[in-house]
């Protein structure tokens, strides 16, 4: 396994030289392109997880998952990448905001965000992660959107933020859709 460092990206950049899709897993223009590139489509029995590729919190949710997914259900893409991109566009939705987390499911006929998403993942970790996810069912949509939106906010200045995407370990890359 890599170091953590090289498989997070350690290189940081300030919060102003990194906006939106400019600094993510796209291979066009000045952008960074990612350095691997994996298969177009999911299976459509695994759900897919979209997370911002640049943001520290949201690479510590994605090692969570891999740490605790020991059926290697769910994959992986950046809000930056294409897939994504295409998927939002499909459902009306802005590929340039990365403020949320998604979760598609059934080849991208269904999408989950923000904190809805964080519970699907939760209960499909299995064990005390289901109770948790129960738990969190229990709080109010507004009430636990309003507390994600708050974290969302903040997330680059507390968590940090990457200049490139995450490249996983390479066990890991074939969870990982990024076109």
Known sequence: MQPRAQALGENRGDDTALKGRK????????????????????????????????????????????????????????LQSDYAARILQHHGLDPDDVDTVYVVKESGERLTSRSDALILLLRELGAFWRAASLVLRICPRWLRDWGYAVVA??????FGKYESCMLPAEKYRDRFLDT
């Open 153 to 158: 906010r903040h997330r680059y200045r507390v």
């Open 23 to 78: 600094n993510g897993c796209s291979g066009s223009g000045t952008q960074k392109p990612c350095l691997w590139s994996a298969p177009d489509m999911a299976d459509s029995a695994n759900p897919v997880l979209l997370y911002d590729g640049v943001c520290g919190l949201c690479n510590r949710l994605v090692q969570f998952v891999i740490k605790r997914d020991n059926q290697a259900y769910f994959r992986f893409a950046s």
